[in-house]
């Protein structure tokens, strides 16, 4: 099961039920998929086919909802 956590344009953040335990979110776009880290800091953790104006634009977005994006963890995961 991959909820949808937010959609942000053409972008679709969510999770991946039963995946690994370190918090992070993935981000469907139209041109390929990416993922980050939200602990302990923010990174980029992996992508396929994005250039990295893209990958700015995304750690942006996930900048700005890693509050919304953690208690969504929380709330799915319960953890």
Known sequence: MSPTIMRIGS???FFNSNEE???HVHI???DG???FWLEPIIAH???YNLNQRTLRELERLVEENADD???AWHKHLGK
């Open 69 to 71: 994006f953690r208690n």
């Open 21 to 23: 335990s370190r918090m």
């Open 45 to 47: 953790a992996d992508s």
């Open 33 to 35: 998929v990416a993922k």
């Open 28 to 30: 469907q776009t139209p």
């Open 11 to 13: 972008y679709r953040f």
